[in-house]
């Protein structure tokens, strides 16, 4: 079965750091791009990083940019997000996302990042 | 960056019911434009990518169409296990964005 897992969220001070990791199994990872998709509690989605299947190509989000950073290891079957200098509105549930052919096609369940003091 | 306006926010429709939401770019986007749905306290799932090609799985009383600005999710004759709120994506340039969701509550 085609799955990805997330794991690392939790609560987090404003200003704080955070590194969330997804685990893929089941498919080929090393040919898929992957994606960073959050969600605020209540709200609605909101894209924030890509990476290409080689690392070669990364996008992000204008609200994440400068703070966080998307990475792979394709040995691993895992994708990572590395989140600094967190703000309040970083709060939401981060999803792990499969893209092919630039949809999205296989989301995990979300892991939920709380930053409060 | 690519504006996604969905319409309506929100939908309270009997069972059997067609419900319709509207996606509407703020440019054109050709057909790069893909639906998901998400039940309450679930992940997202994709329904359509392109426009009107459908997932594998996706009932078929579920139709998408459009291209350019404006799109078309239809849910035809709606089953109680359709209550989700339904989100676009356009995937012409980058940021990605997605619309805001439309709710479809079952009466």
């Known amino acids: 079965e085609e799955q990805l897992v997330e794991s690392g969220g939790g609560l987090v001070q404003p200003g704080g750091s955070l590194r969330l990791s997804c685990a893929a199994s089941g498919f080929t990872f090393s040919i898929n791009a992957m994606n960073w998709v959050r969600q605020a509690p209540g709200k609605g989605l909101e894209w924030i990083s890509y990476?290409?299947?080689?690392?070669?190509?990364?996008y992000y989000a204008d609200s994440v940019k400068g703070r966080v950073t998307i990475s792979r290891d394709n040995a691993k079957d895992s994708l990572d997000l590395q989140m600094n200098s967190l703000r309040d509105e970083d709060t939401a549930v981060y999803y792990c996302v499969r893209g092919r052919d630039w949809y999205f096609d296989l989301w995990g369940r979300g892991t939920l990042v709380t930053v409060s003091s | 960056e690519v504006v996604l306006t969905q319409s309506p926010d929100f939908q309270s429709v009997t069972p059997k019911e067609r419900v319709t939401i509207t996606c509407r770019a703020s440019?054109?986007?050709?057909?790069?434009l893909h639906w998901y749905q998400q039940k309450p306290d679930q992940s997202p799932k994709l329904l359509f990518k392109y426009a009107s090609q459908s997932f594998s799985g996706v009932p078929s009383r579920f139709r998408g169409s459009g291209s350019g600005t404006e799109f078309t999710l239809t849910i035809n004759s709606l089953e109680a296990e359709d209550a989700a709120t339904y989100y676009c994506?356009?995937?012409?340039?980058?940021?990605?964005?997605f619309g805001q969701g439309t709710k479809v509550e079952i009466k």
């Open positions: 440019q054109n986007i050709g057909s790069s």
């Open positions: 994506h356009q995937s012409y340039s980058f940021p990605w964005t």
């Open positions: 990476i290409s299947s080689s690392s070669a190509t990364i």
